[in-house]
């Protein structure tokens, strides 16, 4: 027999009720009034396009030595960097600029320092057709591809068709990148109203973030990513380093030495800093940053308080089961390493 709810009862719920809602009221602010936001956790709409987007990610046989991948440069164990000043491509080649990090990357408005890919799947396309990088051709890519038996079914599969062309290749790519995202940073539990997820020196170091105006670029989600900043505002930036920016891409003088702001997400991880790689350790790179772009000579003390901050923006790391990559046919061309 059904019972009635006793007065009691109602109460009770009644009163839970408030307090669950009071509990939302008062974290909601803390996140709302910030220039920063939580980073959610990824949505996976096509897990076969991922799965095959990340066999794509590991296999060497994209590059025409058989020996460099994506991860060669972005590497999932590194913080989705590889921690040298600038990449190593093809036959040893030193790389033009600093390899960023490639976690979070769906967040940024667009892909490389300056910009010239408008998304992921356009930016998949570029390293594998680099001469200086993977140094292959996209003809080649698929035709090596088209070779492995069953690298064609798993195509098929996530596709629908037989056709295999470069298109689906970095498309699964952005597939796989796209899940590369770092949610649960212990700056992102303090957003969410935990208020023991960072102690006094990084709530410090964090309040001078903002104070001093690092706040006007890196700032959203990602703490950066989102817009395009001369390198050298207050003082000029002196490298040696020929990248020119933004302007390379549009042909606009005035946009020389503008790059995309990085993200500060697991920036403790993806050493050296700098379109350059010249800052090697996060206290010269905040030195740097205060003096050319705020025209602010941090403290000793202002300087580790902003880096104790900059350590809490290290989130959950991709938890990656390395694929088993399909082996190669009798029909797929050996690579020539030292040719």
């Known amino acids: 027999m059904k019972q009635k709810s006793s007065p009691v009862c109602h109460a009770a719920r009644f009163m ?3 307090v669950s809602m009071a509990a939302l009221l008062m974290a909601a602010p803390v996140r709302a009034q910030e220039p920063v936001q939580p980073i959610a956790g990824p949505k996976v709409t096509s897990p076969a396009k991922v799965e095959l987007g990340k066999k794509l990610w590991f296999d060497p046989r994209l590059s025409r030595s058989g020996f460099i991948s994506c991860n060669s440069c972005h590497n999932l164990s590194m913080g989705g960097s590889d921690n040298l000043k600038t990449s190593i491509g093809d036959k040893w080649q030193k790389g033009p600029i600093n390899s960023p990090t490639v976690l979070n990357s769906s967040l940024n408005l667009a892909q490389f320092w300056d910009g010239r890919a408008k998304d992921l799947k356009e930016q998949a396309g570029g390293p594998i ?5 993977m140094a292959f051709t996209h003809g080649l890519a698929v035709d090596m591809l088209r070779s ?9 599969k996530v596709f629908g068709h037989d056709k295999l062309t470069i298109d689906e290749v970095t498309a699964a790519i952005a597939a ?7 949610p649960n940073a212990r700056f992102d539990k ?7 997820a960072i102690n006094a020196q990084e709530l410090r170091g964090y309040q001078l973030f903002k104070s001093s105006g690092c706040v006007a670029c890196h700032n959203g989600p990602n703490l950066g990513g989102n817009s395009f900043q001369k390198m050298g505002l ?5 490298t040696d380093n020929p990248a020119e920016g933004r302007s390379a891409v549009t042909g606009n003088d005035a946009e020389r030495f503008n790059f995309k702001v990085p993200t500060l997400r697991n920036v ?12 090697d350790t996060l206290s010269q790179a905040v030195d740097t940053m205060g003096r050319l772009q705020l025209g602010k000579k941090f403290t000793g003390q202002e300087n580790a308080d902003i880096v104790a901050f900059l350590k809490t923006l290290t989130g959950d790391q991709p938890k990656i089961a390395m694929p088993i990559l399909p082996p190669s046919s009798d029909k797929t061309k050996r690579p020539q390493p030292f040719e």
Not at 129 to 133: K, S
Not at 148 to 156: D, G, H, L, N, S
Not at 190 to 196: H, I, P, V
């Open 176 to 182: 796989f990148e796209e899940t590369l995202v770092t």
């Open 129 to 133: 057709a680099n001469p200086g990088e």
């Open 148 to 156: 492995i038996p069953q690298y064609v079914a798993e195509f098929k």
């Open 268 to 279: 403790e991880l993806t050493y050296p800093y700098f379109h350059d790689g010249a800052a």
């Open 234 to 238: 207050v003082e000029p930036y002196k």
């Open 190 to 196: 303090w957003l969410k109203g935990d208020k023991k």
């Open 16 to 18: 839970l009720g408030a």
